[in-house]
Nanobody
Framework: QVQLVESGGGLVHPGGSLRLSCVASGFIFSLYPMTWYRQVPGKGRELVASIGSAGSNTNYADSVKGRFTISRDNAKKTVYLQMNSLKPEDTAVYYC???????WGQGTQVTVSS
């Protein structure tokens, strides 16, 4: 069974940090790029960051460049999203995604508010 399970979301003040994790199972994690998306109510999912299978190639949305860092640990079958200098507009449900069978995680809520 292919599965992605996110964790690490929560409520944080503006300027704060969170680290999201996504643990994969049911496929050969090290062979596939991984992507973080986010979604706010009433809007489509927005690509936040992606990382190549070996971790050497990364890509970020302009809105998060310089603040967010995507990384992965293939031995732990986990992809991370370190989010610093958070802003209220970063509030969303964050999802991880793999092209293997087009699998999505269940999402984790991030709320940035004072």
């Amino acid at each position: 069974q292919v599965q992605l399970v996110e964790s690490g979301g929560g409520l944080v003040h503006p300027g704060g940090s969170l680290r999201l994790s996504c643990v994969a199972s049911g496929f050969i994690f090290s062979l596939y790029p991984m992507t973080w998306y986010r979604q706010v109510p009433g809007k489509g999912r927005e690509l936040v960051a992606s990382i190549g299978s070996a971790g050497s190639n990364t890509n970020y949305a302009d809105s998060v460049k310089g603040r967010f860092t995507i990384s992965r640990d293939n031995a732990k079958k986990t992809v991370y999203l370190q989010m610093n200098s958070l802003k209220p507009e970063d509030t969303a449900v964050y999802y991880c995604y793999t092209v293997f069978m087009g699998t999505w995680g269940q999402g984790t809520q991030v709320t940035v508010s004072s």
